[in-house]
């Protein structure tokens, strides 16, 4: 099946640094990646879709000048938390469509990164 | 109201136990279901698609009730193995961006 990985899976930081995730497709082409938001007990929330070439498109209360996203292959996608604070601890999971995939609403989940900031 | 709602539980059953989670979605245009299943800190994995004339897989069995717009997940002959997270997920039909369910855990016992 398809392979999503990110890089890294886990990842502790001060407050006011910036953290920067990959998500890569490894064995297919993905125009569209989306980065979601987990935090402990709760769902996995969209925070934004990432079109490859194109700006991204964040979720309603996200905001994008704190989550840069930066899509520049049809492989990879990045989600860069600015100056991160100790709210921003969660666990980041990023997905993927396959473009040449039979099943169009099917998603291939990266393994995550889990971000602790002191 | 949440667009997508579990019951969280935990479900805490004994081996061999059959165990149905339920799920209710708020949009009536919903057209695609899934039961994906969360291991604790990792990512989800697509367990099985629900259909209009029910699936299974299996111990599993996904059905869609359409007019009381909710989903449900059987699993027969619980195994220690099924202990997770199960997620009931809804493609939002007019962005196709996928909703997820708050989770509903499950514990199997020895």
């Known amino acids: 099946g398809a392979v999503v990985s990110q890089h890294p899976s886990w990842v502790i930081c001060k407050s006011g640094t910036s953290v920067k995730i990959e998500c890569r497709s490894l064995?297919?082409?993905?125009?569209?990646m989306f980065w979601y938001r987990q935090f402990p007990k709760q769902s996995l929330m969209l925070m934004a879709t990432?079109?490859?070439?194109?700006?991204?498109?964040?979720e309603q209360g996200v905001e994008k000048d704190k989550f840069l996203i930066n899509h520049a292959s049809l492989t990879l996608s990045t989600l860069t938390v600015t100056s991160a604070h100790p709210e921003d601890s969660s666990f980041y999971i990023c997905s993927a469509r396959d473009l040449g995939g039979t099943t169009y609403n099917e998603q291939f989940f990266g393994p995550g990164t889990r971000l602790t900031v002191l | 109201r949440k667009e997508v709602e579990q019951d969280p539980g935990p479900f805490n059953v004994p081996e061999g136990a059959t165990v149905a989670f339920n799920c209710t979605y708020s949009n009536s245009a919903s057209q695609s279901f899934f039961w994906y299943r969360q291991d604790c800190r990792k990512e989800p994995k697509l367990l099985m698609s629900?259909?209009?004339s029910g699936n299974e897989d299996g111990r599993f069995t996904a059905q869609l009730n359409r007019a009381s717009q909710y989903i449900s997940l059987l699993i027969r002959d619980s195994k220690l193995s099924d202990s997770a997270t199960y997620l009931c997920?809804?493609?939002?039909?007019?962005?196709?961006?996928?909703?997820f369910g708050q989770g509903t855990t499950l514990q199997v016992k020895p």
């Open positions: 990432s079109n490859e070439g194109s700006k991204a498109t964040y």
């Open positions: 997920v809804v493609i939002q039909s007019n962005t196709g961006k996928l909703i």
């Open positions: 629900v259909y209009s």
């Open positions: 064995d297919f082409q993905a125009t569209t």
